[in-house]
């Protein structure tokens, strides 16, 4: 999708306040809903790698163990999916103690909020505040959706009533520096999203 190109550029395009306010004179109503996500997706403070083929979510998922020497590391991952990612770099995941980080796909991507939707499948039956600090996310373009609800119609079609449990959402990826009731219960995560172009 070059849109995510255009969108985040290169390092000699304009400064990243002129493309907000650019972004900021259209509606979010007339803008495709995957815009909308990764504008909402970095708000939140998300930090979001757009990867065209698997080789790139490789080397940028060992650019993120190399930026935050997690090499060698203990690792929280339920999905058999990924394991080939944590191997490759020596990354223990089994009977853990003590994580570096969450490594999970999700249920979908939520535009309108900028959130992630997790269930029992990627989490288990932990809580968000159960999880570790620091999460890493491999989702694909085709999961976006536009609310909350429409990701849990997906859920509804995809798993056709044998339906995972524990489903909930992470929305906050820094500590908010003014806290108010928006905020109220939620945990902030330093969360990176690997999403991968698949359509």
Not at 75 to 82: A, D, G, I, Q, T
Request: with cysteine.
């Amino acid at each position: 999708m070059s849109l995510f190109k255009k969108f985040f550029g290169s390092a000699n395009d304009s400064s990243s306040e002129e493309k907000d306010s650019e972004y900021n004179t259209f509606s979010s109503e007339n803008m495709p809903i995957d815009e909308l996500f990764t504008l909402n997706f970095k708000k939140n403070g998300g930090k979001f790698l757009y990867c065209e083929n698997l080789t790139e979510v490789k080397t940028l998922f060992e650019d993120i163990l190399t930026e935050n020497d997690w090499f060698e590391s203990e690792v929280m991952c339920f999905e058999p999916k990924l394991y080939s990612l944590l191997d490759e770099n020596k990354l223990n995941y089994t009977a853990v103690k003590e994580p570096k980080f969450l490594l999970a796909s999700c249920e979908s991507l939520i535009a309108d909020e900028g959130s992630i939707l997790f269930s029992s499948n990627q989490i288990k039956q932990h809580k968000p505040h159960e999880l570790p600090v620091n999460i890493v996310i491999v989702a694909t373009t085709s999961q976006i959706t536009t609310t909350k609800s429409d990701g849990m119609g997906h859920i509804t079609k995809l798993y056709n009533k044998n339906y995972p449990t524990n489903i909930t959402t992470i929305r906050y990826f820094e500590k908010a520096k003014v806290e108010d009731f928006l905020h109220y219960g939620s945990v902030a995560k330093n969360l990176y999203l690997l999403l991968l172009e698949d359509l």
